[in-house]
């Protein structure tokens, strides 16, 4: 695909539409650059207001393409488990995400998806993941000690550098002070390659050295200058660490299948992306929230105090996810702001989803993003509400309705370790430091792939509230 001129990927995108054999679904299927324009700006409100209109099954047509949205708990189930084998991935709606990451478990489907990742699991289990856990700890202690009380800081900018030198230790056994880490800002080249997302949907079918084609394949050159150097020396030497890196060098299935260099890097970019990018996006959220109802933060550090009597949760706790409020709060975060807010697919043939005709070949998206906001599976989705995450409330949700790291066979793979960096940074961010918000600022959130602020999260840096100090006013 990256060597297919990208005017002939739209000619066949539309020669896949026109071959058709049943209709779309109904929807804005006319074309139109501003409605486009809008989708890039405030997916949430269009995907939402759509809703209303036509119901769980709708078309949009962006740019040249119509794009079918299906939305809610049964579409979820649909798209991620029950129906699965109809829709693939790889030349789904954020195809060009393999200019970055290549061929790693993102970009990938079918018995190539499956045979990757029985390879990789290992990988994941929980022993391998709770070694990482005073990794974490020590990065985290570091970057504490550069948020001073009453300095203003950019909360985005500060945790994606600890989220990348987390996952240079835990993911790829690099230390991040040394050698060619030192000398290449992995955390601001991705941010420079992930901003092809932020550029206008006409510029993305441009390739020259200045597009943001161009710009995001110079990014993955730099990173590779770090990726491949260390798998040929970890070749060479036999040098082997706890890393995941280490891992998949020596990694093989039943069948005695393992992975080669290209497939390494591919999942190890993989891995470097997800692995700090939706931590980033995720602790950014969650305190931008808790600075605005600083009652739910005096509950969390009231957690902490019972039940971490030490001064800070146990790798045991951190592992298990054994502090209630902690762990409601993050689930709230990733319903009102899950990082991977859509789930790009492209339908293999003709399929029916409760009545409604689906083509061949026709682009298909769930959103748990908008999902996650639909008034009739969640009461009053706008409010930050930790309690909807209880557990009988939980246990009453539809099987579905809530999908932050997807579901079925490409359940992300890496969820425990990223659970277990978000509760680690939350609970020791939560102990030293208090945040609260400029008065003058205002969230507004960008796609890239992920969600972000769109403006970084500047806060104020305090020291931790003690208990019985009167609560501050929310911003």
């Not at 200045?210 to 020396?233: C, F, H, N």
């Not at 205002?442 to 796609?447: F, H, K, P, V």
Request: with cysteine; net charge negative.
């Amino acid at each position: 695909m990256l060597n297919k001129s990208p005017v002939r990927v739209l000619v066949d995108d539309l020669i896949d539409e026109r071959r058709a054999r049943v209709p779309y679904p109904p929807g804005e299927r006319s074309f139109s650059l501003p409605r486009t324009r809008r989708f890039a700006e405030e997916p949430l409100e269009m995907l939402l207001e759509s809703y209303e209109r036509f119901g769980p099954v709708f078309t949009l047509r962006l740019l040249h393409s119509n794009v079918i949205f299906m939305l809610g708990p049964a579409a979820n189930h649909y798209i991620l488990v029950s129906h699965a084998s109809d829709f693939e991935w790889r030349e789904g709606s954020f195809r060009d995400l393999i200019g970055l990451m290549g061929d790693g478990l993102l970009t990938i489907d079918g018995d190539f998806h499956r045979q990757s990742r029985r390879i990789m699991l290992p990988a994941f289990h929980r022993e391998r993941i709770g070694a990482s856990v005073e990794t974490i700890f020590e990065e985290t202690d570091r970057a504490l000690a550069g948020l001073e009380p009453g300095a203003v800081v950019d909360l985005y900018s500060w945790t994606r550098h600890l989220a990348m030198r987390v996952a240079l230790r835990a993911l790829f056994g690099l230390d991040p002070d040394s050698g060619r880490a030192r000398e290449i800002d992995a955390a601001s080249l991705f941010e420079e390659a992930l901003a092809f997302y932020a550029s206008d949907y006409l510029l993305r079918v441009f390739r020259g050295k200045r597009s943001p084609w161009g710009r995001m394949q110079a990014a993955a050159r730099k990173l590779d200058v770090l990726i491949y150097a260390e798998i040929t020396e970890r070749r060479a030497s036999g040098r082997r660490g706890s890393d995941i890196l280490s891992l998949l060098l020596d990694a093989e299935d039943e069948d005695g299948n393992r992975l080669n260099d290209t497939q390494i890097r591919d999942e190890v970019m993989t891995l470097l992306f997800a692995g700090h990018d939706t931590t980033t996006s995720t602790i950014s959220f969650m305190f931008y929230e808790l600075a605005r109802q600083p009652a739910i933060a005096d509950r969390l550090r009231g957690e902490q105090r019972e039940l971490a009597p030490a001064g800070r949760p146990s790798a045991a706790q951190l592992l298990g996810g054994e502090l209630p409020e902690l762990e409601m709060t993050i689930d709230e975060t990733l319903r009102k702001y899950p990082p991977a807010w859509v789930g790009p697919r492209r339908a293999v043939r003709d399929v029916d989803f409760e009545g409604v005709p689906i083509p061949a070949r026709a682009f298909v998206n769930y959103s748990s993003w908008a999902s996650h906001h639909l008034p009739d599976v969640f009461a009053d989705p706008e409010r930050f509400r930790p309690e909807r995450f209880m557990p009988d409330a939980r246990a009453a949700l539809p099987k579905g309705a809530y999908v932050p790291f997807g579901g079925g066979s490409r359940t992300c793979i890496g969820m425990r370790f990223g659970q277990l960096e978000v509760r680690t940074i939350a609970s020791l961010l939560l102990k030293e430091r208090s945040l609260s918000l400029p008065d003058s600022f205002e969230l507004t959130i960008r796609q890239m792939p992920t969600i972000s602020p769109k403006e970084g999260l500047p806060v104020i840096v305090e020291a931790p509230r003690m208990a019985g100090e009167p609560l501050r006013a929310a911003a």
